[in-house]
């Protein structure tokens, strides 16, 4: 069963940390994708990744970097975490031409305190 | 603007049928998708529909593509409180290789 997997389902970090949020896929899939999902605001893009090494500003990038040294693995970072980054955040990958969609991760709820 | 619009939320009677309602941007979409999303989980790809086609069924779902107002559409037959979740409408405008997501339909089912 192909899948895409998030290193944790719960994390509750202090303000300040430095937090890494990791997501592995099986797939061969080009593509790696980081949203958070906030209510009423739907899934917003901060990073994706079309390549190893290879990345590229989504939406909301301010407060992360990514890092993809291996094509299966794409990390999240949040470099000096604050409160307003608690959310669900949801990993994703997809074949280079993204037509049969995304396969999502579980996700990671992150309470930042 | 690219806003895929979906409205927020929709209750309906356990054994009804549900249809959740989206409105796209781009008339050259080729790909349109829908998702589920399960409480605490991530999004699960439930069914997508070429842009060729006006109509997919799979089971108790059908999608129904209207090209000409740049609507989808998602109807579940025979609701079951498992279908409780969020659903979520996705396009792939042309010249772009990415997915754009809808804000998400919240459907409750009720006995």
């Known amino acids: 069963d192909v899948k895409v997997t998030q290193s944790s389902r719960y994390l509750v970090k202090r303000t300040g940390e430095k937090v890494f949020l990791e997501c592995v896929q099986d797939?061969?899939?080009?593509?790696m994708f980081w949203y958070r999902q906030d209510p009423g605001l739907g899934l917003r893009l901060i990073y994706f990744?079309?390549?190893?090494?290879?990345?590229e500003k989504g939406d909301i990038p301010e407060g992360y970097s990514v890092s993809r040294e291996k094509k299966e693995r794409f990390s999240l970072i949040l470099e000096s975490a604050s409160t307003n980054q608690t959310s669900m955040y949801l990993c994703?990958?997809?074949?280079?031409?993204?037509?049969?969609?995304?396969?999502f991760g579980s996700g990671t709820r992150l309470t930042v305190v | 603007g690219e806003d895929v619009e979906q409205s927020l939320f929709l209750s309906v009677r356990e054994g009804d049928s549900s249809v959740i309602n989206c409105t796209y941007t781009?008339?050259?979409?080729?790909?349109l998708y829908w998702y589920k999303q399960e409480p605490g989980a991530g999004l699960q790809l439930l069914t997508y529909?070429?842009?060729?086609?006006d109509m997919k069924q799979d089971q108790r779902l059908t999608v129904l593509l209207n090209k000409k107002d740049k609507h989808l559409s998602l109807r579940i037959a025979d609701t079951q409180t498992g279908d409780s979740a969020i659903y979520f409408c996705?396009?792939?405008?042309?010249?772009?290789?990415?997915?754009?997501f809808g804000a998400g339909t919240r459907l409750a089912v009720h006995p």
């Open positions: 994703a990958s997809s074949r280079r031409t993204a037509n049969y969609g995304y396969t």
């Open positions: 797939m061969d899939h080009e593509n």
């Open positions: 990744s079309y390549d190893v090494k290879m990345k």
């Open positions: 781009d008339s050259s979409s080729t790909y």
């Open positions: 529909i070429f842009s060729n086609m």
């Open positions: 996705a396009e792939i405008p042309g010249g772009y290789n990415k997915l754009i």
